[in-house]
Each structure stands twice: as C-alpha cells, then as structure tokens.
C-alpha cells in the first residue's frame, strides 16, 4: 500500500508539474495544450512509452536511480504576446509548482509527521531543482535563450540528454546535497 501511495506523489508532481506548463501558456495567450486535451490530471495523457515506462525501468534496474520523464506538454511560442519572456514563465511554471508542493508537504509533515510526507518534500524538491538545471532540454535551459545565440542552443538541444546523463554520474552526490539541505530547511522552518 505504501509503495501505491509513494508512485501516486510521484505520478502527480510530475504530472502538475507539466499541466502548469500548459496551464501558464494558456494564460499567456497560447491554447495549444488545451486544444490537445492535456490541461488534465489524467495520467493516461501524460504517459510517454519510452521516458515514462521504459528508461525508468531500465534506470532503476541499472543504476538504482530512477529517471524518466512525462510526455511534454506542447506549446507554440507563436501565440504568445512576449515569446522570449512567456516561454521563460512557462519553463518556469513546472519548477514552481513542485516548489509548492514540497512546501505543501512540509506543511503536512508539521501536523502529521509521517514519512511519505518526507517524500512528498524530497520528490518535489529533487523535480524542481533537477528541472532548473540549464541542459535542453530541462525547463531551465530556457534561460539560455536569452544569453545565448539560438544555433548553439540548437546544438545543445541535440546532445541534452548526453549531457544530463553526464551530469547525472557525475554530480548527483552534489546534487543529493543541495537537495538535502532543502530538505532539512522545510522540515526545520
């Protein structure tokens, strides 16, 4: 039962993570994942076959870590007002979304201190943290645009996934450590 209820935070902060990026380019003028079906909490339209069902798997089973990802939720900066400042506040939407609800869990957690609610924290913060890295194509890689020329963006959008892997062996230690601190900053606020 546990293990059900720890999958289920998982599934929604990932999913509530990329709804609020549709849901912030709805806002900003763009109807692309509304007219997609995708400003919805039901997981069967946020499965993606490979980065929901099999790199995780085949990640866990390797490595012990699992990594994957839910179907993106489209957008098309051709709508927006502002493009280069609306795709930021949209990149930024799923970040900050998992910031409130490792908030909100913290919360929980000072009512009823339960270790799922830990989880809730740590699940959110290691999303958030994770997404605002700076590799296309995590949400914080958005920012980039604004500093850097569009073909080299380009160029990294096509290595990404290379590169967060590498980030991934190489830094996680790192990575746990910041998350850590986090972590313990909620529970102890």
Not at 90 to 97: S, T, Y
Not at 152 to 179: A, D, K, M, R, T
């Amino acid at each position: 039962m546990e293990t059900i209820l720890l999958l289920l935070i998982l599934l929604y902060s990932i999913i509530l993570h990329e709804v609020m990026h549709g849901f912030v380019a709805y806002k900003l003028g763009d109807p692309t994942a509304k007219y997609e079906g995708r400003l919805t909490l039901n997981p069967l339209l946020h499965i993606d076959p490979i980065g929901t069902v099999l790199l995780p798997l085949i990640s866990y089973l390797t490595t012990g870590f699992i990594f994957g990802f839910a179907k993106p939720v489209p957008y098309n900066p051709f709508y927006l007002k502002n493009p280069q400042r609306d795709s930021i506040l949209i990149a930024l939407a799923g970040p900050l979304i998992n910031i409130f609800l490792a908030i909100l869990f913290a919360l929980a957690y000072k009512f009823y201190p339960l270790a799922i609610f830990i989880f809730g924290i740590r699940i959110n913060l290691i999303l958030a943290i994770f997404n605002l890295l700076p590799i296309p194509p995590l949400d914080g890689s958005k920012i980039l645009l604004i500093k850097i020329p569009f073909e080299i963006y380009q160029y990294l959008e096509i290595y990404g996934f290379f590169f967060i892997f590498l980030f991934i062996f190489f830094f996680y230690p790192y990575f746990s450590l910041i998350v850590n601190y986090l972590q313990n900053f909620l529970l102890n606020f």
